[in-house]
């Protein structure tokens, strides 16, 4: 049964589940919805408390959203606030709690400063000893104007990663993705080709791209690599004054949503996985077998 609390310690509530109204047996996961502010400080909190009641349900993994431990629009501002990975208290939070409830944790993004001063946004794969298995910077910058007004230019701070990983977890091969990324099926193809069997794609997404395209384009990575996809994502107003679109999901490898955490509140949401199913879907439907290398593009006369 899928359930969601509040990141307070409050009752239990039923959340969203599978469409069909069916439990499915496996491993429980664990996913973050959050309203990020501007005091990394604040959003440690949210987070180490999350860890805790991940936990404490049984989840062997949590998934936070992109940026969780900072979300500011000013970059000013918030330039003060970002420091070296070495040097960023709430990585360290999340890593002694991750250690002290013995539990893994895909902590979504955080804005990490680089040694040539401009910003990486990375995210980090920990494990139950508080060790970080993996890292993955952000491939795909979000430069956009939207018909709304909302104009963003994430590469005039940020950096570009250079490389894709993949991370071996109870929870499945994992491949970390972030937000962006998800419009660029390549790298997907390529995740799933070097064999993962789940995508993770942490996320800030703005509220008009979420509403036309944010549940289209998770269902349809999932299809496409035959493979789970956890999306923990950013809701709600933010200090900053932006605004982002929420709905974390869970979806299985026939594109079944398994979770839908919705727009309205922060939370914490929970699905359970059956690793088995990556196989059964493959075996039924074999396209990453029948994938071939495309031959160039002809112009017909």
Request: hydrophobic share 50%; net charge neutral.
């Given at each position: 049964?899928?359930w969601?609390?509040?990141t307070?310690r409050?009752?239990?509530?039923?959340c969203?589940p599978?469409?069909?109204?069916?439990d499915?047996a496996?491993?429980?996961?664990a996913?973050l919805?959050?309203?990020?502010?501007i005091?990394p400080?604040?959003?440690?909190?949210t987070?180490?408390?999350a860890?805790?009641?991940a936990?404490?349900?049984?989840?062997?993994?949590l998934f936070?959203?992109e940026m969780?431990?900072?979300?500011?629009r000013?970059r000013?501002?918030?330039r003060?606030r970002?420091?070296a990975?070495?040097d960023?208290?709430?990585?360290?939070?999340?890593?002694?709690a991750?250690?002290?409830r013995?539990i893994?944790?895909?902590l979504?993004?955080?804005?990490?400063l680089?040694?040539d001063?401009r910003?990486?946004?990375?995210g980090?794969?920990i494990?139950?000893?508080g060790?970080i298995r993996?890292?993955?910077?952000?491939l795909?910058?979000f430069?956009?104007?939207l018909?709304s007004?909302?104009r963003?230019?994430e590469?005039s701070?940020?950096?570009a990663g250079?490389?894709a990983?993949?991370v071996?977890?109870?929870v499945?091969?994992?491949?970390?993705?972030i937000c962006?990324?998800?419009?660029?099926?390549?790298?997907?193809?390529a995740?799933s080709?070097a064999?993962a069997?789940?995508?993770?794609?942490?996320?800030?997404?703005?509220r008009p791209t979420g509403?036309?395209?944010?549940?289209?384009?998770?269902?349809?990575?999932?299809i496409?690599?035959?493979?789970?996809?956890?999306?923990?994502a950013q809701c709600?107003l933010?200090?900053d004054?932006r605004a982002?679109y929420?709905?974390?999901?869970?979806?299985d490898?026939?594109?079944?949503?398994?979770?839908?955490?919705?727009?309205?509140a922060?939370?914490?949401g929970?699905?359970d996985i059956?690793r088995?199913r990556v196989d059964?879907?493959?075996?039924e439907?074999?396209?990453?077998r029948?994938?071939?290398a495309?031959?160039?593009v002809?112009?017909a006369?």
């Amino acid at each position: 049964m899928i359930w969601r609390r509040s990141t307070g310690r409050a009752a239990w509530t039923r959340c969203l589940p599978s469409d069909d109204g069916s439990d499915v047996a496996g491993m429980k996961i664990a996913l973050l919805q959050m309203t990020s502010g501007i005091s990394p400080a604040a959003n440690a909190a949210t987070l180490v408390a999350a860890v805790a009641d991940a936990a404490a349900a049984g989840a062997a993994m949590l998934f936070t959203p992109e940026m969780s431990g900072l979300l500011d629009r000013d970059r000013e501002r918030a330039r003060g606030r970002i420091v070296a990975e070495g040097d960023d208290r709430v990585l360290a939070a999340v890593r002694d709690a991750a250690r002290a409830r013995g539990i893994w944790v895909h902590l979504g993004s955080l804005a990490v400063l680089r040694p040539d001063g401009r910003f990486a946004n990375r995210g980090f794969v920990i494990d139950p000893a508080g060790a970080i298995r993996a890292r993955y910077d952000k491939l795909h910058l979000f430069d956009v104007d939207l018909p709304s007004g909302e104009r963003w230019r994430e590469s005039s701070a940020y950096a570009a990663g250079d490389s894709a990983v993949l991370v071996e977890t109870p929870v499945g091969l994992l491949a970390p993705t972030i937000c962006y990324d998800l419009r660029f099926p390549d790298l997907y193809r390529a995740l799933s080709d070097a064999g993962a069997t789940m995508l993770s794609v942490p996320a800030a997404f703005t509220r008009p791209t979420g509403a036309a395209h944010w549940h289209v384009l998770l269902r349809a990575r999932a299809i496409e690599a035959g493979a789970f996809v956890v999306a923990a994502a950013q809701c709600g107003l933010h200090e900053d004054g932006r605004a982002t679109y929420g709905h974390s999901l869970v979806i299985d490898p026939w594109g079944k949503v398994l979770l839908d955490m919705g727009g309205d509140a922060a939370g914490l949401g929970f699905a359970d996985i059956d690793r088995a199913r990556v196989d059964s879907v493959r075996a039924e439907v074999a396209a990453l077998r029948h994938r071939r290398a495309i031959p160039p593009v002809v112009l017909a006369s």
